[in-house]
Nanobody
Framework: EVQLVESGGGLVQAGGSLRLSCAAS????????IGWFRQAPGKEREGLAC????????WYADSIEGRFTISRGNVGNTVYLQMNSLNPEDTAVYYC?????????WGQGTQVTVSS
């Protein structure tokens, strides 16, 4: 069955960097639109970055202020979110997402905690 598994989260000092990974089984990300989302306690889920397979467009939320980069792995079974200049406001559970033909798949999330 289709499964997405995020990894790479953890505790990081303010100003530091993390690279989140999302590994897919059951399908190849090459054929999917992909994205990263996050949700902090008490807040709604927020879209951060999306990569469209249809037209190649990449979208980033204004809130990340140019600090994050979404990318696809070389073999098509992994997507990444490179996060730089992290601050405590980035603390949240981060989720990867894939969609194709109106079928949506979500990972279980990985916790990112940024300390002051």
């Amino acid at each position: 069955e289709v499964q997405l598994v995020e990894s790479g989260g953890g505790l990081v000092q303010a100003g530091g960097s993390l690279r989140l990974s999302c590994a897919a089984s059951g399908f190849t990300f090459d054929d999917y639109n992909i994205g990263w989302f996050r949700q902090a306690p008490g807040k709604e889920r927020e879209g951060l970055a999306c990569s469209s397979k249809t037209d190649g467009a990449i979208w980033y939320a204004d809130s990340i202020e140019g600090r994050f980069t979404i990318s696809r792995g070389n073999v098509g079974n992994t997507v990444y979110l490179q996060m730089n200049s992290l601050n405590p406001e980035d603390t949240a559970v981060y989720y990867c997402h894939g969609v194709r033909n109106n079928l949506h798949y979500w990972g279980q999330g990985t916790q990112v905690t940024v300390s002051s």
